[in-house]
């Protein structure tokens, strides 16, 4: 498939249930992982330090995580994981979800190299992807998980992304312990680093 395009965001403020680019403030979802401003078509993940971040009230404070109360780890390794990478990984799995019919329409990436949260100090970036809104489609059979599974993407380990869809489409992608493409690595390691040149490039 061809390469997706990467858009370069204006500078970027997200408040609760505002995403503002450049001072053209849009109302926004506001996922635990993500946020999704319908008027753009973007889903920009939420960035501490260029790093995953989550609002969940289970999620600990960074600083906690891998404490005994993250026993495995888990939410530390999420919080490790550079913004980038993620968005890489998101964009495999929604072109392998579209393509079985199981997802929305990817669109393209995006990056934020001037992002704004009111959960976070100071200014740092994020990346997302540009991606059809769920809520305009009709209405279909939910996706199983063995359809899932079948179109090369592993479900998070609740199997949220089964159990929240959409009209019938898979829509979140991100947990603690998030979904992931399977058998991907090159394919993710490509769109991080394109992603990664067009954040130095716009810096």
């Known amino acids: 498939m061809p390469e997706p395009r990467i858009t370069v965001l204006p500078p970027v403020t997200l408040a609760p249930f505002m995403l503002a680019t450049g001072w053209r403030p ?68 929604l072109e392998r979800l579209h393509k079985a019919g199981l997802g929305p329409e990817p669109l393209g990436l995006a990056v934020a190299p001037r992002y704004r949260a009111w959960f976070s100090r100071g200014l740092t970036h994020s990346a997302g992807t540009l991606v059809a809104d769920l809520h305009r489609y009709p209405p279909k059979v939910p996706a199983t998980e063995e359809q899932v599974r079948a179109a090369g993407v592993i479900p998070d380990a609740r199997l949220a992304c089964v159990r929240e869809q959409i009209n019938g489409y898979v829509s979140d992608l991100n947990a603690v312990r998030g ?23 716009a810096r």
């Open 26 to 93: 849009h109302w926004a979802y506001m996922g635990m992982w993500a946020a999704y401003a319908p008027a753009l078509q973007l889903k920009l993940l939420h960035s501490v330090g260029g790093h995953v971040h989550s609002i969940a009230h289970v999620a600990p404070r960074r600083d906690r995580a891998g404490d005994p109360g993250d026993p495995d780890a888990a939410w530390a390794r999420a919080f490790a994981k550079p913004i980038a990478r993620r968005a890489a990984e998101n964009w495999v799995m």
């Open 179 to 201: 979904a992931m493409p399977e058998d991907a690595g090159e394919e993710v390691a490509a769109l991080t680093e394109r992603l990664d040149a067009a954040l130095r490039g």
